[in-house]
């Protein structure tokens, strides 16, 4: 019997996914979470054989509770779920080393599939999701400039940003040019929209 931790925020959502996993003999819910914060305690008390996680979640998003749970339960697998279709999101997705990744409108069977084969130690990737991934372009933006993007997208202005970084705000004011002119916006929150929609932001 595989045991299944699910993260789903959306009540009737949650309760669907549970009732379609639990039709399966060899599955079974141990236990479902609303928000990403809960995931890692939630997961060390229940010791889930597999976490199937939505990816936009209140608090932590799938992608980073998979990334902790990858470092403090190792043995947990992760299938992300996703009715986006960004294709950036899937390239965090593998280079957070999740399991598996898949869309929210797959067929039912598709979703046990994926909870067997990712617990049986081998990656899953919806192939509509495999194409956007290939398609997409890499993330322009250095490390720096991205955190400088995740901060303004957060609602931080100049001033604070740059103490957040120990930076000048004359430097963050260098950074989000830069970033805007990479990412071909015509402002800051254009190139947040735009980095957003590409997956580079959570």
């Known amino acids: 019997m595989l045991r299944i931790l699910l993260a789903e925020d959306v009540a009737m959502v949650r309760g669907a996914l549970i009732a379609l996993i639990e039709l399966e003999e060899d599955l079974r819910v141990v236990a479902a979470v609303d928000n990403g914060t809960d995931i ?3 997961a ?3 010791r889930p054989d597999v976490a199937v996680l939505d990816v936009d979640l209140p608090g932590l998003d799938g992608l980073s509770a998979a990334a ?18 960004r294709s950036g999101t899937v390239s965090r997705a593998l280079a957070a080393r999740v399991s598996g990744f898949l869309l929210k409108d797959s067929p039912p069977e598709d979703l046990a599939n994926a909870i067997r084969a990712v617990a049986g130690g081998r990656r899953v990737i919806d192939p509509q999701l495999a194409l956007s991934a290939w398609d997409c372009g890499q993330n322009p933006l250095s490390t720096r400039e991205h955190e400088v993007l995740r901060l303004t997208a957060g609602g931080a202005d100049p001033g604070e940003i740059a103490s957040a970084l120990h930076l000048s705000v004359g430097t963050v004011r260098n950074y989000l040019t830069t970033v805007v002119t990479k990412l071909h916006a015509r402002n800051r929150v254009e190139a947040v929209k735009l980095a957003y929609d590409s997956g580079w932001l959570p």
């Open 40 to 42: 890692v305690s939630t």
């Open 44 to 46: 060390l008390s229940c």
């Open 68 to 85: 902790q749970l990858r470092t403090t339960l190792p043995c947990c697998r992760t299938l992300i779920l996703t009715n986006l279709g």
